[in-house]
């Protein structure tokens, strides 16, 4: 089996981001989304006061990660868990609010870099792209179960692809002779089915199909829809949820969230903001900000990367 790397992205920004809300003794930082860790070891590195719980889905990531995080002793706790269930995880710890919590979306390098795990197109691997191996449906079944109507809807919601319609009917097609197994057999049925000038632009042919299966198979936009509310209200005062997403549902998902969180509850046309009617969070950035030409030049998964920050001024009303 291969080795996985980790390269997190806007590591320092988003440090830079948590830190106020960690600079006390037992801040607690939820780490929804721990992959390898990366992001928890910066954060228990650089601030010294706090300690990270670090939720995942996928059991081998949670070895790997408290291998890495084995150092800091108790000051970390790992949690098998899917990020949607932050407000259990709490509770089981005996947690009332947590100091911030970080998602850092998408497939993580733990799953691309591992061949086994079939998430990545470049080469051929079982159709699986589940983050949690042990349950749930996996990229085969969806192919060769999903009508085409089911497909298109898929590939098209999930991975933006112009030509959804004309792959799906191809996948129901081709599965009729023989189910779909393994990575390198749709990547070539990828190659035949989109037109050779669509091919020469917007990356891999296969990038966009691999992105919208995986995001059916670990059911991520309903579980974010679920996930960032909860980590909303799980923050204390001067507590911050920080969001790294890298696809445009997603980052639509976190916007939403944070625009809602932080409007005016009272009338547009009235003159002034009645004392204690100000919202409990504000926007710590604007808008969404994203990688630079280096960063990206020197880790490539950051060039979609848009990143969000809000922070509770004051205990709900």
Known sequence: MATPSHVPVLLDRVVALLAPALRREGAVLVDATLGLGGHSEAVLSRLELARVVGIDRDPEALRLAGERLAPFGDRFTGVHAVYDEIPTVLADLGLASVDAVLFDLGVSSM??????????????????????????????DVL??????????????????KFARKIATAVVRERA???????????????????????????????????????????????????????????????????????SLEDRLVKQAF????????????????????????????????????????????????????????EAA
């Open 111 to 140: 799953q691309l870099d591992v061949r086994e795990r079939g998430f990545a197109y470049a080469e051929d691997a079982p159709l699986d792209m589940r983050m949690d191996g042990s349950t749930g449906i996996t990229a085969a």
């Open 144 to 161: 060769n179960t999903y009508d085409a109507a089911d497909l298109t809807r898929v590939l098209r919601d999930y991975g933006e692809e």
């Open 177 to 247: 002779r023989e189910p779909f197994t393994r990575s390198g057999r749709l990547v070539e049925l990828l190659y035949a089915e989109i037109p050779a000038p669509a091919r020469r632009t917007g990356g891999h042919p296969a990038k966009r199909t691999f992105q919208a299966l995986r995001m059916e198979v670990n059911d991520e936009l309903a579980v974010l829809r679920r996930a960032i509310p909860a980590a909303i209200d799980a923050i204390g005062v001067g507590g911050r949820v920080v969001v790294e997403s890298y696809h």
């Open 259 to 314: 625009v809602a969180a932080t409007r005016l509850d009272v009338p547009e046309d009235l003159p002034f903001v009645p004392a204690g009617a100000e919202p409990a969070f504000r926007l710590v950035t604007r808008g969404a900000e994203k990688a630079n030409p280096e960063e990206i030049s020197e880790n490539p998964r950051a060039a979609s990367v848009r990143l969000r920050a809000i922070e509770r001024t004051k």
